[in-house]
């Protein structure tokens, strides 16, 4: 399989503990983007990667969250002191440089992360 | 305010039916447009791009108005494989960020 791959698919941990999110985008993609999905909702964006370097945060993206690419390809979202207010899909994508044409190109999404915080 | 605001759900339709979907976006500087679908429990996939010309594919239409800021997608011949959420989504103008609407669901009964 060579879509986005996310590991692992669930995680239950206690409050007050640390948790990491593993993504591998599609291997010529130099964009990867994570987002954040509750329940009714869609997926709020919250961090973007172009190689290894972190472009923007949302401030969503509390002190508590760290994300890091270090060298260009899989990436790793950290939650620290977590909260159950974290409990959420965590969302991958990651897309393709755009050569000249528009600014977007598709964004292919993992299965996601998700994490309950009991 | 939301940024992108939709329909809410859920709608249930019979086989066959036609069905629209009708969404909203605050920010006029906006730069594409799209609408994804998600299965339940699994990831959203892009479902078409919306351009102000209208477009279409196959039984899918979707429609964007600039000026009213208003993007529509209409569902023809409905089918049970259909039923899904679908989430109007905005690229904001600056970086590759997109913005989703909360989805609406759709739910197509025999």
């Known amino acids: 399989d060579t879509g986005v791959s996310q590991d692992p698919r669930h995680k239950i941990t206690k409050r007050g503990q640390n948790v990491t999110f593993r993504c591998d985008p599609i291997?010529?993609?130099?964009?990867l983007y994570w987002y954040r999905q509750t329940l009714g909702q869609g997926p709020e964006f919250l961090t973007y990667?172009?190689?290894?370097?972190?472009?923007?945060k949302s401030r969503l993206l509390s002190d508590r969250f760290s994300a890091e690419r270090p060298k260009g390809s899989f990436s790793t979202l950290e939650i620290q002191r977590t909260e159950q207010g974290d409990s959420a899909m965590y969302l991958c994508?990651?897309?393709?440089?755009?050569?000249?044409?528009?600014?977007?190109?598709?964004?292919?999404f993992g299965p996601g992360t998700r994490l309950t915080v009991l | 305010r939301k940024e992108v605001e939709q329909d809410p759900g859920p709608f249930n339709v019979p086989e066959g039916a036609t069905v629209a979907f009708n969404c909203t976006y605050s920010?006029?500087?906006?730069?594409?447009f799209f609408w994804y679908r998600q299965d339940c429990r699994k990831e959203p996939k892009l479902l078409m791009s919306?351009?102000?010309s209208g477009n279409e594919d196959g039984r899918f239409t979707a429609q964007l108005n600039r000026a009213s800021q208003y993007i529509s997608l209409l569902i023809r011949d409905s089918k049970l494989s259909d039923s899904a959420t679908y989430l109007c989504?905005?690229?904001?103008?600056?970086?590759?960020?997109?913005?989703f609407g909360a989805g609406t669901i759709l739910r197509v009964k025999s």
């Open positions: 994508a990651s897309s393709s440089p755009a050569f000249g044409g528009p600014s977007y190109n598709e964004q292919f």
């Open positions: 291997s010529e993609h130099n964009r």
């Open positions: 990667f172009q190689n290894e370097a972190q472009l923007e």
């Open positions: 920010n006029s500087a906006s730069q594409s």
């Open positions: 919306v351009y102000s």
């Open positions: 989504v905005v690229l904001m103008e600056y970086g590759n960020k997109l913005v």
